[in-house]
T-cell receptor, first 108, second 112 residues
Framework: GQQLNQSPQSMFIQEGEDVSMNCTSS?????WLWYKQDPGEGPVLLIA?????ELTSNGRLTAQFGITRKDSFLNISASIPSDVGIYFC????????FGQGTRLTINP | SAVISQKPSRDICQRGTSLTIQCQVD?????MFWYRQQPGQSLTLIAT?????????ESGFVIDKFPISRPNLTFSTLTVSNMSPEDSSIYLC?????????FGQGTRLTVV
């Protein structure tokens, strides 16, 4: 079946640093979605990507749909304490396939 | 976008009993799904909730254990039947608006 490899699994950074995480797959996807999940909550959609090569920003977040349609990355610039959480990528053809998540911890 | 409400938000249940989780969407969505998520882990798809017909289950999940209903385009239920401690998990529903999936806040189930 389809699988996504998300890396890194965890990150420990200082407040103000930039963050980068990515997802790769051997399968092609039509859509890439990036989510953030806080403890006790459901995933919240951050960015949706629809076309190969597409680069989309949402405030301090920037994500790209890889040109091969098999990968995507998410960057967070100038991290702040509320960025703490677990970030998931998800690739979609008909159903969503989720990455394993990246747990972000920020030292003030 | 869509706002998705799940009830209950958490429950503690005795083994051998069943729990029905409700998912209500504030607008009509094309597709609804049910997921299971162990704490600190990723989401695993249980099934696609089909409006007016039987749900489509993923490998490892069966209708007798996880019966699903979807009577209309804005509501679905998932029942966790004959529960055991291994069923302790977070259960999430999602609804799609176009190609974007929106999630409820989840139901944290503990089976004792």
């Amino acid at each position: 079946g389809q699988q996504l490899n998300q890396s890194p699994q965890s990150m420990f950074i200082q407040e103000g640093e930039d963050v980068s995480m990515n997802c790769t797959s051997s399968s092609i996807f039509n859509t890439w979605l990036w989510y953030k999940q806080d403890p006790g909550e459901g995933p919240v959609l951050l960015i949706a990507l629809y076309k190969a090569g597409e680069l989309t920003s949402n405030g301090r977040l920037t994500a790209q749909f890889g040109i091969t349609r098999k990968d995507s990355f998410l960057n967070i610039s100038a991290s702040i304490p509320s960025d703490v959480g677990i970030y998931f990528c998800a690739g979609q053809v008909q159903k969503l396939v989720f990455g394993q998540g990246t747990r972000l911890t920020i030292n003030p | 976008s869509a706002v998705i409400s799940q009830k209950p938000s958490r429950d503690i249940c005795q083994r051998g009993t069943s729990l029905t989780i409700q998912c209500q969407v504030d607008s009509q969505v094309t597709m609804m799904f049910w997921y299971r998520q162990q704490p600190g882990q990723s989401l695993t798809l249980i099934a696609t909730a089909n409006q007016g017909s039987e749900a489509t289950y993923e490998s490892g999940f069966v209708i007798d254990k996880f019966p699903i209903s979807r009577p209309n385009l804005t509501f679905s239920t998932l029942t966790v039947s004959n529960m055991s401690p291994e069923d302790s998990s977070i259960y999430l529903c999602s609804g799609h608006v176009g190609f974007e999936a929106f999630f409820g806040q989840g139901t944290r189930l503990t089976v004792v």
